[in-house]
């Protein structure tokens, strides 16, 4: 039977404001917006890090001067189900060229060469909904411009706790080799 990776593609029409502050909700606390392109060192403040070498290194990868990326928020939960433990990590990401950040077929694009590209990895097994790609309107207030951020959320699971982080942390490194090579934003992603 062939392999089969999926990335689960939803549209949400709220329009996320970025920079945003911090803000109290019933589910925890949302942190105020770092750049994190110019500022990576503020990547250590950031709560959600805390404990989780492997989603630190993948935000310092994300965020790396030569990227074409840059993530605008991050949240991590556990969910039990089944027997089972996911660790769950979502990362908000936009392109740095704003045309691409305007361009809501550069994002389809990016998750085609992504599904792709996760395709190769065996750490994104059949059947598992091990990778997520949510597209949400998003807008740059300094610079007046409407975009799109992606969420991707990936998913490590295991039968305890420290299994799903194990896994999550084996998959975030998978998704850092990947974001290193650039046949992935090459081509549909070159100035016109």
Request: charged share 25%; net charge negative; aromatic share 6%.
């Amino acid at each position: 039977m062939p392999r089969k990776v999926c990335i689960r593609l939803t549209l949400d029409d709220e329009t996320l404001q970025i920079p945003y502050e911090a803000e109290t909700y019933t589910g925890g606390v949302i942190h105020p917006y770092r750049p994190l392109v110019q500022a990576p060192e503020q990547i250590a403040q950031i709560p959600e890090l805390r404990g989780q070498p492997a989603l630190k290194q993948l935000l310092h990868t994300i965020n790396s001067p030569e990227g074409v990326l840059e993530s605008v928020r991050i949240d991590t939960f556990y969910n039990d189900h089944a027997g089972q433990v996911a660790h769950v990590a979502a990362i908000g990401l936009i392109f740095r060229e704003r045309s691409w950040f305007q361009d809501i077929d550069k994002c389809l694009a990016f998750a085609g060469r992504l599904l792709e590209a996760l395709h190769a990895s065996t750490l994104f097994r059949e059947n598992e909904d091990s990778a997520q790609l949510e597209l949400q309107r998003a807008m740059l207030r300094e610079e007046r411009l409407q975009g799109w951020i992606m969420d991707l959320f990936l998913i490590g699971q295991g039968k305890t706790q420290q299994a799903s982080d194990a896994d999550l942390a084996a998959r975030c490194q998978a998704l850092q080799d990947v974001l290193h090579k650039p046949r992935l934003t090459e081509a549909l992603f070159t100035k016109r």
